[in-house]
Structure formats: C-alpha cells, structure tokens
C-alpha cells in the first residue's frame, strides 16, 4: 500500500529565510507520481509541482525548488527567501499506476507559517 | 481558466439528514474524485469515477455514501444519513485522463457540518 510521510507537522521561519519541506513516501510501484499541494488559510488545494518516477532531475521554478531522490524515497520541497504570503499548510501526495481514475494519498501536511 | 466549482461552500445539517454536495467538473474532463479532510487532518481519497460509475473507492466510502453524474455537468456525492463524524471540508476534483500523471483539479470544497 502506499503511503506518504511528512514528519514536520509545523515549522515557522521568519521571512527572507530559506525553508526546506521533507517528504517521504513508499510505494511497490515503478511507476508513480508525486505531488506537492499548498492549502492557504482560505482553504482551497492549490498545485504545486508534480514528478514522474523515471525524472530525478531537480528543478528550480522562482523562489521554489524541488529534490527527488528514488534512493531515499525522498521528495522534499524547498522555499527560498520566504515570504508571509507563503504561509499554508504543505501536502505532499503519491499516486500510483492506475488508468480508470488514480487515487492521490496525501500525507499529513507540513503547516508553514512565515513571520514578518 | 476553467475551474471545477462546488456547492455549496457550507452545509449544516442535523445528524441523520441526507446531504447532497454538488460539483461541477471542468467540462473535457471524464474522471472525477471526491476528497475528504476532516479539519486540522490530511486529505483522503473517497472514490473516483468514471464513464459513469465507479473506478475505486477507499474503506471511508461506505453504503452510506454514493455518487451519481445525474446530467452532462454535474456530480454528486449523497451521504445518506449523516453522522457527526461526517464532519468535514469535501473536495470535488477533475481530471482529463485517468492515468497516473494527469494533474488533479480540485473545487474550493463543501463545508459540511453536522450537528
């Protein structure tokens, strides 16, 4: 079965510092994606980032960044130069193989707040 | 841009009730999710759907639960007789393909409160 960790239930950081957002999954399959989510306080899932399993390459988009490695089962998310607007609650999600609709598994989330 | 809307954005109802969430799928897409996430928890797949029934449906989706796509726009999730830990923020979200990769739209969510 598969499932996603976030150990970090809460960080708080204050603004124009760097924040990394650990994500760790687990699945049997070879083939799967992986997926960040931002929940701001008004409520709605907002995407992030999705990455299949077969592209470790890490990509910087803006003030984001991303760090997949197969090895550790890692996926973790990176925020640099913080900003307050940032402040949500972080999902990462996994889902695997599946051609009639594919379930995503979220893990607990990470809640981000950056102080002024 | 094309979004997937719910309503409504806050239900209460008395426990027993039967509640009806709707969404609105965005239009090309054929499968569609529904979602839930008790507050302060994380978010849990309920059951997807597609060409008119249903893909997979997690352990929550019980005989309490059914989903219907009663016309060419709408989707539905009934709760037959709601419980007090029926509680919870419902999202409704869309995809154009079913496979692994396709990018999952999600609603603004359904408030539904039961008391």
């Known amino acids: 079965a598969q499932k996603v960790t976030q150990a970090q239930t809460e960080i708080s950081v204050v603004e124009k510092e760097d924040v990394t957002l650990d994500c760790v999954y687990e699945?049997?399959?070879?083939?799967?994606?992986l997926f960040w989510y931002k929940q701001p306080p008004s409520g709605e899932l907002v995407f992030l980032i999705r990455r299949n399993s077969f592209d470790e390459q890490n990509e910087i988009s803006g003030r984001y960044s991303w760090n997949f490695q197969k090895s550790t089962s890692s996926f973790n998310f990176t925020i640099t130069a913080s900003q307050v607007v940032d402040s949500a609650v972080y999902f990462c999600a996994l889902s695997e193989d599946g051609t009639s609709g594919s379930r995503l598994t979220f893990g607990e989330g990470t809640q981000l707040t950056v102080n002024p | 841009e094309p979004e997937v809307t719910q309503t409504p954005s806050h239900q209460v109802t008395q426990m027993g009730q039967e509640v009806i969430l709707r969404c609105v799928p965005i239009?090309?897409?054929?499968?569609f999710y529904w979602y839930r996430q008790i507050l302060g928890q994380k978010v849990e797949f309920l059951v997807s759907?597609?060409?008119?029934?249903?893909?997979?449906k997690s352990e929550i989706f019980d005989d309490q639960f059914s989903v219907e796509r009663p016309d060419g726009s709408n989707f539905t999730l009934k709760i037959r007789s709601t419980k007090l830990e029926d509680s919870a923020m419902y999202f409704c979200?869309?995809?154009?393909?079913?496979?692994?990769?396709?990018?999952?739209?999600f609603g603004p969510g359904t408030r539904l409160t039961v008391l």
């Open positions: 699945t049997r399959d070879t083939t799967y994606y």
């Open positions: 759907f597609y060409n008119n029934e249903i893909s997979e």
């Open positions: 979200a869309s995809s154009e393909g079913g496979g692994t990769g396709n990018e999952q739209f």
């Open positions: 239009s090309n897409h054929l499968y």
